[in-house]
């Protein structure tokens, strides 16, 4: 059974910085794109990185670089979301999706319905 749990999410003031993570289980994590999205009440769910479990490389939404870094730990079959400099719209639920990769080039962040698989979500508050 394919398990993705979420931890990390809080409450943090403009400026700050938190750290998500993902575990993953039951899955052969090497051959996954894994995927970081958030959902904002009232708007569309929207992608924010994808890793690809097996070379490392980070795909970002535009409006996602340079303040949010997707990394892994394969050892530990999990994945982190760095986030600094967090603003106010940054609040949402963020969730972790993995699907197993079978063609090249969509493990990224605007392919959304490939994902399969997901997380409950962990929630991120920033005030201002």
């Known amino acids: 059974q394919v398990q993705l749990v979420e931890s990390g999410g809080g409450s943090v003031q403009a400026g700050g910085s938190l750290r998500l993570s993902c575990a993953v289980s039951?899955?052969?994590?090497?051959?996954?794109?894994m995927g970081w999205f958030r959902q904002a009440p009232g708007k569309e769910r929207e992608g924010v990185a994808t890793?690809?479990?097996?070379?490392?490389?980070?795909y970002y939404a535009d409006s996602m670089k340079g303040r949010f870094t997707g990394s892994q730990d394969h050892a530990k079959n999990t994945v982190y979301l760095q986030m600094n400099s967090l603003k106010p719209e940054d609040t949402a639920m963020y969730y972790c999706?993995?699907?197993?990769?079978?063609?090249?080039?969509?493990?990224?962040?605007?392919?959304?319905?490939?994902?399969?698989?997901w997380g409950q979500g962990t929630q991120v508050t920033v005030s201002s």
């Open positions: 039951g899955y052969t994590y090497s051959s996954n794109c």
């Open positions: 890793i690809v479990a097996a070379s490392g490389y980070t």
């Open positions: 999706a993995a699907f197993q990769i079978t063609r090249a080039g969509r493990c990224r962040p605007w392919f959304v319905g490939d994902f399969d698989y």
